[in-house]
């Protein structure tokens, strides 16, 4: 089992990744926050899907010793969870349960999951400590770790919400196995964003593979280089104010497109492969991208069967949609652009200037 630590001014934590470590996690999680001596009940928020799975697995794990309260608590699969009427169903949930702030809350599934797990968990009597342990490639590599939860907004994604850093990351590249091939595609693409914008080598070595899949050899040493590129961002600016913000990288379209079709015809990957294909497209036709890049980004995500193209929506839908995007300030807005494979920046323009790069 391989460790990364985040450190930050006022926390550290730990990002451990390995296979099968979710047999141990009882003992992991005591290394972590002391369950045997503070902990008197974890609540673990997941989704249907994953409570199928591996619900019975992890209470039954966590539980064993009938030290510690358990309850299990599921919302619905997808985008349209992250909504205020799920976060207060889930405080009710936490108060029947008399969860205290020195007791611990797990957030066990994807992307979704962990971000409300997060933002209740960063809410809920002003703070109560939780742990990441995230069953998809998309949260593996990427939205556990770094402290942004958030919940959506019927205008827009993520609008509300903080910056809540979990006490751990367990990743156990095992729990890919009985991953929909589709969702491990949707991982992909942001594996393919952190060669864009911080690792020529990791792009290159994407381009070279034969195949990625959940039985690849590569996967664990894929799955630490991205938590270790965020994980140094993330040290360097932890509240999204400067250089964290080329993690956003084809976000800002990808998010306009999710919300444009109510978060049911495209995964987050998917609509992030077309943001980050289609800005770039339009950088290096301005100028501002190296010669190429545009063709050998199409490259590797046909390679990984990833869209490229911008669907049939309406393009002043997805203005709208990007000028309610977070890294608008006044009359300006923030876009991610690349420099050239491995390089990307960041570049101020007038909100008016959009339309050139939609």
Known sequence: MDDLKVRLPHKSYDIFIGSNILKDIREQINNTVNLDNSVKKIAIITDSNVEKIYGSTIVELLSYDNTIGIKLITIRPGEQSKNLKTVERLYNELLDFHITRSDLIIAFGGGVVGDISGFVAATFLRGVPFIQIPTTLLAQVDSSVGGKVAINLPKGKNLVGSFYHPDGVFIDVGLLQTLKDR????????????GCIKDRDLFYQLL?????????????????KCCDIKRK????????IGNRMILN???????????????KKYTHGEAVAMGMYHIT??????????????????????K??????????????ILDNVKLDKKTKGDTINLILLS??????????????VSKFI
Do not use: C, M, W
Not at 234 to 239: A, C, K, Q
Not at 249 to 263: C, L, Q, V, W
């Open 183 to 194: 969702y491990f595609t949707d991982g992909l693409s942001e594996i393919i964003k952190y």
């Open 208 to 224: 070279r593979l034969d195949e990625l899949n959940k039985n690849s050899k590569d996967i664990a040493n894929i799955i630490y």
């Open 233 to 240: 961002i993330v040290e360097e600016d932890e509240r999204d």
């Open 249 to 263: 990288f084809g976000h800002t379209i990808g998010h306009a497109i999710e919300k444009a079709y109510n978060y």
């Open 281 to 302: 497209n339009k950088s290096e036709a301005q100028g501002l991208t190296e010669r190429g890049t545009t063709k050998i980004l199409k490259k590797i995500l046909e």
């Open 304 to 317: 990984y069967n990833l869209p490229y193209e911008l669907p049939d929506v309406v393009r002043d839908e």
């Open 340 to 353: 050239k494979i491995g390089e990307g920046y960041i570049k101020e323009i007038n909100i008016t200037e």
